[in-house]
């Protein structure tokens, strides 16, 4: 259990900055500054975003404190793990509060970094909504898809040891791209970490509970799935991919899926 709080701490800290910069790269390109006005056009500002947020993703699961802790940053890819049988059911709920506690820190942490425009419209922490006319019905059926598809194709790259040291790029990219196609639509999520501290910050109730459960529901149905169907078996919990040396979360997987 000490490796768990360990590793959790770790999740605190790489949520943090993953938040910090979400919320930094939201400031200056859709926030009013000389790089929003110099991309005008709403699409090519989401490709910025797009691009940044998802190479950052993919470096912060790469880095030193992501090998040791999985990288997930995300309370749904914690719970996908789980039914896998990669990660023990005990890690789940610190995880969680790890990655919802670092989501609030991130963005506090841009707000005294960036000021009052972190806070105003249109940044307001970098909240998301859906476009006007999606309900919570609507919106609760496009996140729950969108991340059944990202963690489908998370297990069947990390099944595969050709494909599994690939998983960073993946995710980031998926990420990248959603946020460019999705971003004037949905507003895509696909985290509940990604929209709690924002969201509670900015004060938006609205379709908090929308963001926060569609996609613990697509990470579940999708693992519980695809570990029935495919057959597949996951090399490592970890988004780096797999790695020689045995750690506490690795050991105590029978253990903790059991619990």
Known sequence: MGHLWQYSTYEAGLTMVL???????????????????????????????????????????????????????????????????????????PYWAAQLAGSVLGVVLARLVWGAPVARPPVAYSALRPAPGWSNASLFAAETASMAVIVVLVGAFLSAPRLAPRVPWLVGGLIGVGIVGLGTVTGPCVNPARQFGPAVLAGQSDFLATYLIAPMVGAVVAAVLLGRFHRCRLLTHRLCGPRRSTDAVQDERRSGHRG
């Open 19 to 93: 938040m910090f910069g979400v919320a930094t790269v939201v400031r200056w390109v859709i926030g009013e500054s000389p790089v929003s006005r110099a991309v005008p056009d709403i699409h090519l500002k989401l490709v910025v975003v797009g691009v940044a947020v998802g190479l950052l993703l993919s470096g912060l699961i790469l880095s030193p404190l992501g090998r040791a802790s999985g990288g997930h940053m995300n309370p749904a890819i914690s719970l996908a793990m789980w039914p896998f049988g990669v990660f023990p059911g005990r890690g789940v709920l």
